[in-house]
């Protein structure tokens, strides 16, 4: 089973059908919606400030969610996909967008709706991403706009997050 840890009087909430790795951390002033996933190694920690998870939204492996004290909290919407190794710090996350494996975003940067971070990028603090874009680099700069159906991952992960709730606790093997 996860970590799941209150802090401060302050206990994570979730809505129905999340999946939650058994390594997976989660810590204090964190709500997420329905059908979100948290995966191996990932934690998400809102212990100086709140973070909001909507709906059908994917923290994958080795990923960190965190939030700066007196700065911000984080908010995520609906159907974002976190790749692995990713650093989301004090800052917003709009519905669908895709952030790509071992970027980094910073305090107070905002991804628009639909837009994808690329793999490696660095978002700068306060940068603001618009709606449909693609943004890569370090720093993270426009690349182009993003093409229909390209920030779809997170219905996938969803499936595969049912996988494993079906498949429950497995005993371990003994040799």
């Known amino acids: 089973m996860a970590l799941i840890k209150s802090y401060r009087g302050l206990a994570p909430k979730w809505g129905k059908d999340c999946y939650f790795s058994e390594n997976a951390t989660i810590v204090g002033d964190v709500t997420m919606g329905d059908e979100c996933s948290v995966w191996f190694n990932a934690v998400v920690r809102g212990d100086v400030a709140p973070i909001t998870i909507g709906n059908c939204t994917n923290i ?10 007196e ?3 984080t908010h995520i919407g609906n ?37 994808i971070v690329a793999a ?22 426009y690349i182009k706009p993003v093409r229909p159906g390209q920030t779809d991952n997170a219905k996938h992960y ?18």
């Not at 996909?81 to 710090?89: K, M, P």
């Open 79 to 115: 159907y974002v996909t976190i790749g692995h190794n990713v650093t989301v710090h004090a800052c917003t996350i709009h519905d669908n967008a895709l952030i790509g494996m071992g970027s980094t975003l910073l305090d107070g940067c905002e991804i628009g709706e639909g837009s």
């Open 120 to 141: 490696g990028a660095l978002v700068l603090q306060n940068t603001k991403i618009p709606a449909g874009e693609i943004w890569g680099g370090v720093p993270a700069k």
């Open 60 to 69: 994958q492996d080795g990923s960190c969610v965190h939030v700066t004290h």
């Open 158 to 175: 969803v499936a595969y997050s049912k996988f494993y709730l079906e498949e429950g606790e497995t005993e371990p093997i003994k040799f």
């Open 71 to 73: 700065t911000g909290p």
